[in-house]
């Protein structure tokens, strides 16, 4: 593929369509909130031109970046702390000062961008992480503790790409997914979304003391991504089905992918051939539906807990131990209920981790490994229809 350069062409900072009221312009973290870590959660929608697209469509850019600018404006009233400042216990959601340079005032960092290629060979052929991030916004642009920023790439073809990065210091990824969905609804003119609840910080309430730093930029980190279809992942369901009758319960699609990567990152680094190592396996899982009474779906904020389980290098990482691996994995998830979210919200929130961690610990004063593993399946991640053909 030839070289792709993505060119910002313009910067504005968005603010809510209506001032916030003065009751609503001090977000609180939550215990949730204080402990995740100060990143960015990214993520790129892709959108094909419309069948009608004029190829002379700076026109048509220009609608389409006016259509997304009015309406993020007018959702952003529902989702205020958006629109704040980060601050260290808090979001200033001050949005009242008619400051649109960004620099402490709050607002969206918005870029518009255009891209020197065709949207299909973008689609066609997946590009490397350093070349897909081009396509999301870069808070060097004169901005500084926003909450979220947006960047609208615009492909020869008349293709867009929505690059949107937002805090995980107030957002998981559900939020992020739900606050894009109820933006593309405004954009299509579906009338007015569902308002989130914001009652994070009253379900779990902040602690004094706790602080929790930002992650550190890794520099030898590879980036890969595996396509597997349908078939395959039913093929894998069926081989550690065969293998194992776990709880009368087959595995999962996630819980066999899950496996298999295990295995692969097992067998990529031979730690069958080394002294045995233990892992702890960490897992969100979103409590909305675990809390009683339960949430809504569109509750907003960090509203995940860590389920986390030990593995070990010999026990977990052959065929055969699929059983045991999977059933681990269960028993983590089984944790998170409502007993376990009542001794969080009591700012208990280390105990399930410093008891895993004790029967993990090792005499040769080994530090423990860990294996992150997530999923977005369910997610409502393709309701995020604008418009057109994409």
Not at 90 to 109: E, F, H, M, Q
């Amino acid at each position: 593929m030839t070289t792709i350069n993505v060119e910002v062409i313009s910067k504005d900072i968005i603010n809510t369509s209506t001032p916030t009221p003065d009751h609503l312009q001090h977000y609180q973290f939550s215990l949730l909130d204080q402990l995740s870590p100060s990143f960015y959660l990214p993520f790129i929608y892709f959108y094909t031109a419309p069948h009608d697209h004029d190829h002379d469509h700076k026109l048509g850019n220009n609608d389409v970046t006016n259509s997304l600018k009015a309406s993020l404006s007018e959702v952003l009233t529902r989702y205020y702390p958006l629109a704040g400042c980060l601050k260290e216990t808090y979001v200033d959601c001050n949005t009242n000062s008619g400051d649109t340079s960004g620099d402490g005032g709050g607002g969206v960092l918005f870029l518009e961008a255009q891209v020197s290629c065709q949207l299909s060979e973008i689609l066609e052929n997946p590009l490397p992480s350093e070349f897909i991030n081009k396509f999301l916004p870069d808070f060097s642009f004169g901005v500084a503790n926003l909450v979220l920023a947006v960047q609208v790439n615009f492909f020869k073809c008349g293709g867009v790409a929505v690059g949107v990065r937002m805090s995980h210091k107030i957002s998981d990824a559900l939020s992020l997914v739900t606050f894009i969905d109820n933006w593309a609804a405004t954009a299509r003119g579906d009338g007015d979304s569902v308002r989130p609840e914001f009652a994070s910080a009253t379900l779990f309430p902040p602690k004094d003391g706790i602080n929790i730093k930002g992650l550190e930029e890794e520099k030898n980190i590879a980036f890969k991504q595996f396509v597997f279809t349908s078939s395959k992942i039913s093929a894998l369901k069926e081989k550690y089905a065969s293998k194992t009758s776990i709880e009368n319960k087959p595995p999962t699609r996630v819980e066999a992918l899950s496996c298999f990567l295990w295995s692969c990152y097992a067998a990529s680094t031979e730690m069958n051939k080394g002294p045995e190592k233990l892992y702890m396996w960490i897992n969100p899982v979103n409590i909305r539906k675990r809390i009683d009474p339960p949430l809504q779906d569109d509750s907003f904020g960090n509203l995940g807990a860590p389920s986390m389980c030990i593995i070990s290098s010999e026990g977990d990482t052959g065929e055969g131990s699929t059983y045991g691996l999977i059933s681990k994995l269960r028993e983590a998830i089984r944790k998170i209920n409502n007993d376990f979210l009542k001794r969080l919200k009591d700012g208990i929130f280390e105990h399930s981790n410093s008891e895993e961690k004790t029967k993990a610990k090792r005499t040769d004063g080994e530090e423990l490994g860990n294996f992150y593993c997530s999923s977005f399946c369910r997610f409502p991640i393709y309701e995020a229809y604008m418009g057109g053909d994409g």
